[in-house]
């Protein structure tokens, strides 16, 4: 998918993205000059993938905003919030981590080319920080681990409003975690590393949900996972489970039913 370059111009470009809402509230994103031709690829790569433009949408289209939202893409910091101004920052550089970590290790197993994964990894990071947002908007609680919960509402969005949005959460699960149940270090992103719990467990979580929202389209991943191969029937349950109880709980705050 292609977009129109003029997002490239400008030494700092703030665009409101969204009209107010009824609250006054808007979703705002601030393009930082990217540094050297690197971060300069990095823009147009997440801008022709449309990665921030669906998130966008998402948030315009679905979700009734009460505060102000702020993504500051490019930059040193992130993949990260700050709680107490609701920003969220996007390096450009992160998309080169995920790159960098398809290369190094081969990931092949879900037969997606470098661009999907880097596409797929960078658009579940993000759209993790925005859980966090959505979290402290709505003023959401967890009884558990509360990175645990935010993973868990990141890929039933990713799953319910994306096509092919099961797809994303698996190339990002098999690049975020390793064999070992290691996550990469990079040259960005080591707060998002250190910070979010991306580790076995995590894994196990998010294969689940792929495999329970449609069995039949990923027998593959059951093929080739012992988690699976013992908890199958667990996992269909687990996904209408999680489902049902996430949009119960987010149903005051969506503009129309989710899809599906």
Not at 6 to 26: D, V
Not at 77 to 92: F, K, Q
Not at 223 to 249: H, P
């Amino acid at each position: 998918m292609t977009f129109a370059k003029n997002l490239l111009l400008g030494a700092l470009l703030l665009l409101i993205l969204s009209a107010s809402h009824a609250q006054g509230a808007s979703f705002q994103i601030v393009y930082n000059t990217p540094q050297g031709s690197d971060e300069k690829n990095a823009r147009t790569f997440i801008e022709e993938e449309g990665i921030t433009q669906t998130v966008i949408k998402l948030l315009n289209d679905e979700f009734d905003l009460h505060t102000d939202l702020t993504l500051f893409l490019g930059g040193n910091e992130g993949p990260s919030i700050d709680e107490a101004s609701n920003e969220i920052y996007m390096p450009y550089s992160f998309v080169f981590d995920v790159a960098d970590r398809f290369t190094r290790d081969s990931y092949s197993e879900t037969n997606a080319n470098i661009y999907d994964v880097t596409r797929d990894a960078y658009l579940h990071a993000f759209l993790h920080e925005v859980s966090h947002a959505l979290f402290l908007i709505y003023d959401l609680r967890s009884s558990g681990n509360a990175e645990k919960a935010v993973d868990m509402l990141t890929i039933l969005l990713l799953i319910r409003y994306y096509q092919n949005g099961a797809d994303v959460v698996w190339n990002a699960a098999e690049l975020f975690v390793d064999e070992t149940g290691s996550s990469p270090r990079g040259r960005s992103g080591r707060n998002f590393w250190n910070e979010h719990a991306l580790d076995r467990q995590s894994y196990n979580q998010a294969i689940c949900l792929v495999y329970g929202s449609d069995p039949q389209r990923y027998s593959s991943l059951k093929d080739r996972s012992q988690f699976l191969q013992i908890r199958d029937r667990e996992c269909v349950l687990e996904y209408r489970r999680q489902n049902k109880a996430w949009f119960r709980v987010l149903r005051s705050f969506l503009k129309r039913p989710p899809p599906g």
